[in-house]
């Protein structure tokens, strides 16, 4: 059982009426999620939904040789786990915890009554996997036709916007993994910007100080994601 005020620290069960939210909020638990715990697993049945609080969970495809890319992150904005809501039960991604913290977690049970009966929390999870789409469509342009520099401008934001804080602990290979490109790119990359007092970075540690100039140096792509999720779930845009 968690508290209202808990649950409310997610932005996508903050938007539900008090009532729905102080029911759903009966049914969940807290857990807390390390750097690296894997969610969930390609192919594997989903027991439960996550929605983070103060951690963040990358979604990554996984290829047949061991290599992976991030398709999306989700955070406080969002859920983790929408296929099970959807019907399918089992997706072909992987989700793992690139910033630990805290999740609230509703069973598969429960995900699937709410989901049934057709109430407030029905539409705005649907409105968050349009949302979640989109996020995913724009990654896969944005990793075709951008350069590595203003990808990772577009990660860096996307995460941040996904926590209350202007720092992530991510290695530049974490980095790399997830944008599917290599750690000199990234390396190079994250120069740049520290070069141009944009982020700083040490030992695992990225601070973003200037963010309106990374803004200025991202890509369309996080835009169009942003302006989406606005559209979408206004309440905490």
Not at 73 to 80: A, H, K, P, S
Not at 153 to 175: A, G, K, V
Not at 207 to 232: F, H, N, P, Q, W
């Amino acid at each position: 059982m968690v508290a209202i005020e808990e649950a409310r620290r997610n932005h996508l069960l903050a938007a539900l009426p008090t009532a729905e939210l102080a029911g759903l909020a009966g049914q969940m638990s807290i857990e807390r999620l390390s750097l690296g715990d894997s969610i969930y697993e390609s192919g594997a049945q989903l027991k439960q939904v996550f929605f983070p609080t103060t951690s963040v969970i990358s979604l990554l495809y996984v290829m047949l040789d061991g290599s992976s890319a991030e398709i999306a992150v989700v955070g406080l904005e969002g859920v983790v786990g929408v296929s099970l809501f959807m019907g399918g039960n089992t997706t072909p991604s992987r989700a793992v915890v690139q910033s630990g913290g805290e999740s609230l977690v509703l069973s598969a049970k429960h995900v699937h009554d709410e989901f049934a009966r057709g109430g407030p929390l029905h539409g705005l999870l649907l409105r968050y996997t349009q949302a979640l789409i989109t996020q995913m469509a724009q990654t896969a342009v944005c990793n075709r036709h951008h350069t590595v520099d203003q990808q990772l401008c577009r990660w860096l934001l996307l995460s941040l916007d996904r926590l209350e804080s202007n720092e992530l602990l991510m290695t530049q290979q974490l980095i790399a993994d997830m944008l599917g490109v290599s750690r000199g790119g990234v390396t190079e990359a994250a120069g740049k910007l520290q070069a141009a007092g944009i982020i700083n970075y040490s030992r695992g540690r990225i601070t973003v100080i200037d963010r309106v100039a990374l803004e200025r140096a991202v890509c369309e792509c996080y835009s169009v994601v942003r302006k989406e999720y606005e559209r979408l779930l206004p309440l905490h845009s």
